[in-house]
């Protein structure tokens, strides 16, 4: 136990200023099962599947069914996402894709940066059902109608609002209130809303059991499929009945990197998860990070801004674009890249996309915190070893704004993450059929077997939603538990920054006044954000020790909960 005079009121995030060493709280603790979502509904949902004898998957699918009740402004059944999963009895690491593309009728001169966010043409096909029942029908354990029960049921029933959902709700109504079909979808009093409110979804409840009892067929091939597609048509959307009824989520083979001995995967792309791996690649060659250091934090930021700048350039959807992984994560560029580096003054920012004239905005009426980037992620782990990490989204809030006919389901805007000037010559340009440069990224970290067969086990999983934020985020969770000696809960509290394209660097006030100096001299464009901002994330992941044990940690920047046993 640290004393009171040994605690630096100057120090970043020091250890010994709560009772659990660095967090506000402590971590989730258990040996059978661990969930860490963004939402306590969604964290119970998975907890009981596992007492239940469900295992990691079936628990996977219960909490994302449950968030697309709980924090339906996310994600859900129209958007989309990506996987990690480790199998322990097959020791491997398998991604499972499900991020969909553009419709096959997507052209670039049908959008602007107004129907590309809100409205029927924003939405790409939907994947997340795909995902959902693929990890289910491959490794699932218990029925898929028992897997969702309480997600169908809380959908019908109601759930409290937190503080939190309120003001997502409340906030967003004005998208909500453009489209008939989506007013209709969420049953609550208006007047007096707030925190312990309670939000119905009962048209949602009934297409969560048709596809508990039909699956994908159902929700692709079947009459839900039918009643989504049309209901779309009928707004104005350009989804064909056939390429939604051909959509399957596909299996992936992950990207990695060793970073201080350890073994870091993400998925590779579509996903934009290479990011975190060059930027890992870069620090490496700094042989003492020094958690806390003005010095540090500029080389991180240094870090963060190659490894986003050559993201933007080069990616894209692989099918139709050549992405340089084998040069963009060699040793011998990060070495390079990493010499380029001043102590002295910053590179600054690079733009978060290839159209650098383009800097998103909030939709009309929305202020920018409840709006861009609203994403969610969760991680499941069982007694047996198997581990599931999900990011999943819709985009912004409630993704387009629209509810395909009564089906009670929001449409992603993922088409918003496309770039659409058509005289634009970015590997990340709409088109038919086209995957998006998505920066949905889970990761997990990997050390060697305690048995000498020179197999790994998996550390740590985690990751963040958090739109392009997400690249950096996770790279500093990765550096606070590498570098830093965090568990997993001081990790994902420790305060972070995040850049931004019109150049700003924003940091939580956390950061002490003499480090922003630091920054600001050296040439950042700093701006201080409240000490917990969800800007800059809402993280959560589950470490494994090496007593056979498991930690949960959860982000308190947003409603998320972990939960063991």
């Known amino acids: 136990m640290y004393n009171v005079d040994e605690i630096d009121p100057n120090s970043l995030f020091p250890a010994g200023t709560s009772p659990h060493g660095r967090s506000t709280r402590a971590p989730a603790v258990g040996k059978h099962g661990m969930v860490a ?6 964290s119970q949902a998975g907890l009981d599947v596992l007492r239940d004898g469900g295992n990691a998957i079936d628990a996977a699918v219960a909490v994302a069914a449950m968030l697309n009740v709980a924090e339906p402004y996310m994600s859900g059944v129209g958007g989309i996402g990506i996987a990690m999963v480790y199998i322990a009895k097959e020791k491997r690491t398998r991604i499972l894709n499900f991020s969909a593309h553009a419709p096959n009728a997507a052209q670039p001169e049908m959008y602007d940066n107004l129907n590309a966010e809100t409205g029927p043409i924003s939405p790409l096909v939907p994947g997340n059902v795909s995902g959902w029942t693929t990890l289910h029908d491959t490794y699932g354990s218990l029925s898929l109608s028992r897997v969702m029960r309480d997600g169908i049921r809380y959908a019908d029933e109601g759930i409290v609002l937190s503080p939190f959902n309120a003001d997502m709700i409340e906030e967003n109504l004005v998208r909500i209130d453009r489209f008939d079909s989506s007013q209709k979808a969420l049953v609550i009093e208006r007047t007096g809303m707030g925190a312990g409110s ?15 009892e039909g699956g994908q067929k159902e929700f692709y091939e079947g009459m839900l499929g039918d009643r989504i597609q049309a209901g779309l048509k009928a707004a104005g959307g350009i989804i064909s009945r056939e390429e939604l009824a051909a959509y399957r989520a596909y299996w992936q083979e992950p990207l990695s ?52 700048d050559d993201r933007a350039k080069y990616s894209g959807d692989p099918r139709h674009v050549e992405i340089p992984l084998d040069r963009l994560l060699s040793a011998e ?34 202020k920018p915190q409840f709006a861009n980037g609203l994403t969610t992620h969760f991680v499941t782990a069982d007694a047996e070893g198997n581990v599931v990490t999900i990011t999943q989204s819709l985009g912004s809030a409630f993704g387009s704004a629209v509810v395909a006919g009564d089906t009670g389901v929001f449409m992603n805007n993922m088409c ?34 305690d048995d000498g067969s020179g197999d790994k086990k998996i550390r740590l999983s985690i990751a963040t939603p958090g739109s392009w934020g997400i690249l950096h ?3 500093q969770m990765m550096h606070a538990h590498i570098d830093g000696g965090m568990n997993v809960q001081e990790a994902i509290e420790a305060p972070r920054f995040r850049h931004y394209d019109n150049g700003m660097l924003l940091l939580e006030n956390r950061f002490p006044e003499h480090m922003r100096e630091d920054l600001a001299r050296r040439g950042h464009r700093v701006h201080v954000a409240p000490d917990w901002h969800n800007a800059v994330g809402g993280g959560q992941g589950i470490q494994f020790t090496e007593h056979g044990t498991m930690l949960g940690g959860a982000d308190p920047r947003r409603d998320g909960v972990a939960m063991g046993y």
């Open 37 to 42: 979502s963004a939402h306590p509904y969604a």
């Open 198 to 212: 309670v939000l119905r979804q009962p048209d949602l409840a009934k297409s969560l059991a048709a596809i508990s």
């Open 257 to 308: 990197t060793n970073y201080r001995g350890l073994e870091v995967r993400v998925a590779p792309p579509n996903s934009s998860g290479f990011q975190i791996l060059e930027t890992l690649n870069i620090l490496s060659n700094f042989d003492e990070l020094t958690y806390g250091s003005s010095d540090t934090l500029h080389k991180l930021v240094e870090a963060v801004y190659i490894a986003a």
């Open 333 to 366: 560029y990060a070495a390079d890249r990493a010499a380029e580096i001043s102590m002295l003054e910053t590179s600054g920012p690079p733009a978060e996309r290839w159209n650098r004239s383009r800097v998103d905005h909030p939709p009309a009426g929305v």
């Open 416 to 449: 918003k993450w496309f770039d659409i000037d058509p005289d634009s010559a970015s590997p990340n340009l709409i088109g038919p059929g086209k995957q998006e440069d998505f920066c949905i990224a889970p990761a997990q970290i990997y050390e060697d077997a």
């Open 473 to 475: 985020t996770t790279a």
